[in-house]
T-cell receptor, first 110, second 112 residues
């Protein structure tokens, strides 16, 4: 079993829809949870950063962490064509390297 | 405030050659991490440098080596290139810790 599992997609949704992206993980030592967005031929850009469990909201983006289920989610409200990108979940234990998922390719259809 | 910059943007090498990739960290950041991203995969951790010392290494062979300079810029060196080394090489800088990484646009390396 891989440490971090993420469905690669692609996921296609119409403009304005709510998008749900998620990852599962196996390492119970993970404490830091992140979501990165990566456009084609660019480096990943940090979107959301969460420590331990709970929810965090930033504009149209909401990150959720459920440590009991080892499951994290990213919700995008009112999705826009400019949200079309690859979304990478990432996580780490304290003072340890960051592990990335494979990324989910998202297409927002105008 | 300047972001993370990497050079070159693209590189083509042949099997067996050596390559050096360069990275300038974001202003104020003293930690640099290098990642390899194969097509369709997430970034894989190669190693991290903190104040010029290696501070953690992923599952990569010794032919992958690095340096960090007093101004916190960094180099990634890969010797005896193999076809499977073809990938996007990403540099990320951070302040002290490892959690919030700020990435450059990467160097696309093709090994023929």
């Amino acid at each position: 079993q891989k440490e971090v599992e993420q469905d690669p997609g692609p996921l296609s949704v119409p403009e304005g829809a709510i998008v749900s992206l998620n990852c599962t993980y196996s390492n119970s030592a993970f404490q830091y949870f992140m979501w990165y967005r990566q456009y084609s031929r660019k480096g990943p850009e940090l979107l959301m950063y969460t420590y331990s469990s709970g929810n965090k909201e930033d504009g149209r983006f909401t990150a959720q962490v459920d440590k009991s289920s080892k499951y994290i989610s990213l919700f995008i409200r009112d999705s826009q064509p400019s949200d079309s990108a690859t979304y990478l979940c990432a996580m780490s234990a304290i003072d340890d390297k960051i592990i990335f998922g494979k990324g989910t390719r998202l297409h927002i259809l105008p | 405030e300047t972001g993370v910059t990497q050079s070159p943007t693209h590189l083509i090498k042949t099997r067996g050659q050596q390559v050096t990739l360069r990275c300038s960290s974001q202003s104020g950041h003293n930690t640099v991490s290098w990642y390899q991203q194969a097509l369709g995969q997430g970034p894989q951790f190669i190693f991290q440098y903190y104040r010029e010392e290696e501070n953690g290494r992923g599952n990569f062979p010794p032919r992958f080596s690095g340096l960090q300079f007093p101004n916190y810029s960094s180099e990634l060196n890969v010797n005896a290139l193999e076809l499977d080394d073809s990938a996007l090489y990403l540099c990320a800088s951070s302040l002290e810790g490892r959690e919030k990484l700020f990435f450059g646009s990467g160097t696309q390396l093709s090994v023929l």
